[in-house]
């Protein structure tokens, strides 16, 4: 059955129409980062799987993955492992129940951000 209404409908919001907020990043960039970690992990594999084929290829990867771009890439992929790991963290605070108060969702919010950047710091200290 065809829908007469179809052109009397209102059109759904997007995104350009609600403010950003800090709740809406962290879910938007939580996501994008699950994504890079599986990036991450494409690239760990592919560095031992060279090192399981022989020398010359190995050192083509590790000259890639330790080229400035391939740290660049690494480093921002730590990033994403901490952040990614913070927001878990966060859920499963917020699983129990707690958290659920607008200031609180706001001040977590940035706890993962700022938190993920001293993390990623922090580690990189450690490592290099």
């Known amino acids: 059955m065809?829908?007469?209404n179809r052109g009397n409908r209102p059109l759904s919001p997007h995104l350009d129409i609600y403010r950003?907020?800090?709740n809406m990043m962290t879910s938007i960039l939580n996501r994008i980062t699950g994504v890079g970690?599986?990036?991450a992990a494409f690239l760990i594999v592919w560095w031992l799987l060279a090192a399981s084929s022989g020398p010359e290829y190995f050192s083509f990867v590790d000259g890639l993955l330790t080229s400035w771009i391939g740290l660049l890439i690494l480093a921002g992929s730590l990033w994403?492992?901490?952040f990614h790991f913070l927001g878990g963290l966060r859920?499963?605070?917020?699983?129990?129940?707690?958290g659920y108060e607008i200031?609180?969702?706001n001040k977590s919010g940035?706890?993962?951000v700022i938190g993920s950047l001293?993390?990623?710091v922090l580690s990189l200290l450690v490592l290099v």
């Open 2 to 4: 065809a829908d007469v």
């Open 20 to 22: 950003r907020e800090i």
């Open 37 to 39: 970690m599986g990036l």
């Open 80 to 82: 994403a492992l901490w």
């Open 91 to 98: 859920h499963l605070w917020m699983d129990f129940g707690y």
């Open 103 to 105: 200031d609180m969702v």
């Open 110 to 112: 940035w706890v993962m």
């Open 118 to 120: 001293v993390l990623t």
